[in-house]
């Protein structure tokens, strides 16, 4: 998923309106953000197969250290304490590790049966919501929609425009995304997927009250 994790990102600023949006996004991606490094490492590794699913051609094949149950529930714990000895905000951090986990949920909504419950588990899950483009483009934009919604209702009164410009844009390159061509490489891929944390770092900085 790409729009379904932003959108738990915004819906969290309703539980936790004092965390600023660019961590929201940050945390709702952690788990994207550390698969590119692990697989520009080699640590990690991805084939790209057209027409493994309607939506992208990624085989997910070995991702246990960025993906698997285990280590999502470590990096979400690791965020969470980070946050904390940064911030003070108990609640805030709270909603961070539970924001940093919820990729791990929408990620076994949508892929084939790739993930691990821990690495060196050798059986996969995933219910394959890639499988069918309407749908995934249904889920996704309607999350974000509600996502959207619940952000709006959490900052009423502090109309950032250029928040939902941002919001546009993602919306529509996530629907596009849909439809794109397949990654040259893997490498390109995951240099690509790197682009999520200035998307991230953009929205906390938007939505900072101007003079």
């Known amino acids: 998923?790409?729009?379904?994790?932003?959108?738990?990102?915004?819906?969290?600023?309703?539980?936790?309106?004092?965390?600023?949006?660019?961590?929201?996004?940050?945390a709702a991606q952690t788990l994207d953000l550390i698969w590119p490094v692990l697989i520009l490492a080699g640590v990690e590794h991805v084939r790209l197969v057209p027409g493994i699913t309607q939506v992208n051609a990624l085989d997910l094949y070995d991702m246990p250290y960025s993906h698997s149950l285990a280590t999502a529930l470590l990096w979400s714990l690791l965020f969470a304490g980070l946050y904390l000895a940064l911030e003070r905000d108990r609640r805030g951090a709270a909603v961070l590790g539970a924001v940093v986990f919820s990729h791990w949920v929408l990620d076994f909504i949508a892929h084939r049966p790739d993930m691990q419950l821990w690495p060196g588990n050798p059986q996969r899950y995933g219910l394959g919501l890639w499988s069918s483009r309407p749908a995934t483009i249904a889920v996704e934009v309607g999350m974000f929609l509600a996502g959207g919604w619940l952000y709006w209702q959490a900052t009423a009164g502090k109309r950032r425009r250029g928040v939902w410009i941002l919001f546009g844009v993602l919306l529509a390159v996530g629907i596009g995304s849909s439809f794109g061509p397949v990654p040259p490489n893997t490498t390109a891929l995951a240099v690509s997927a790197l682009v999520i944390l200035p998307v991230a770092v953009l929205a906390g900085w938007l939505e900072r009250p101007r003079a």
């Open 1 to 26: 998923m790409l729009l379904g994790h932003f959108a738990v990102g915004m819906a969290a600023k309703r539980a936790a309106p004092r965390v600023s949006l660019g961590w929201l996004f940050v």
